[in-house]
């Protein structure tokens, strides 16, 4: 089994992406390693031992790859959050603030099941916008974001602390100062 401090250390840094200036923390790496995706889950799992959740929200699109496999695991549902345009049926919108930038992201309307406990995934949290967002609109839908998991997370941006500061606990496998 991959260690945390080895998962660490298959992410890739990748300067001036997607903007100058931006020095981007790249998961693709860890894809690469066989096991390590599986192995990611599983630490990120016993990171929420104790957390009551029966609904998973991944995020466009790295988190899809781990929110799949929480789901599949634990047997519970799978929401998907994307980028505009992407899903076929009703959807609900949220803007948001992103370190380089502001973007839109959509859910269709009344995906999970009314008052949902919803675990938010995805691979990293750095100024934590997409993640606030993905709670309101788990919020919008009747149900409730109970925490937000990541495998790193960017803490000089201060991301999680914004999160947390609005209601959903955060768990992070990996933490850069």
């Known amino acids: 089994m991959f260690s945390i401090n080895e998962l660490a250390d298959l992410f890739r840094n990748v300067p001036d992406f997607p903007k100058e200036g931006i020095i981007f923390k790249d998961v693709?790496?860890?894809?690469?390693?066989?096991?390590?995706i599986g192995d990611s889950v599983t630490h990120i799992l016993n990171l929420?031992?104790?957390v009551d959740f029966n609904a998973v929200a991944a995020v466009e699109s790295r988190g899809f790859m781990f929110g799949g496999i929480i789901a599949d695991?634990?047997?519970?549902?799978?929401v998907l959050i994307r980028k505009p345009g992407?899903?076929?049926?009703?959807?609900?919108?949220?803007?948001?603030?992103?370190?380089?930038g502001t973007n839109t992201i959509e859910m269709?309307?009344?995906?999970?099941e009314a008052g949902s406990r919803v675990l938010i995934i995805d691979d990293l949290v750095a100024t934590g916008g997409t993640a606030l967002a993905t709670a309101e609109l788990i919020r919008r839908d009747g149900c409730y974001p109970v925490a937000a998991a990541f495998l790193m997370?960017?803490?000089?941006l201060g991301g999680?602390?914004?999160i947390e500061e609005a209601g959903v606990p955060v768990f992070s496998l990996i933490k850069i100062d």
């Open 86 to 100: 992407k899903l076929p049926a009703d959807v609900i919108s949220e803007d948001y603030t992103l370190e380089y």
């Open 48 to 50: 929420l031992e104790g």
């Open 108 to 112: 269709h309307r009344n995906s999970l």
């Open 153 to 156: 997370d960017l803490r000089f």
């Open 160 to 162: 999680a602390k914004k």
């Open 73 to 78: 695991r634990l047997h519970i549902p799978l």
């Open 28 to 36: 693709t790496t860890v894809l690469t390693k066989p096991g390590a």
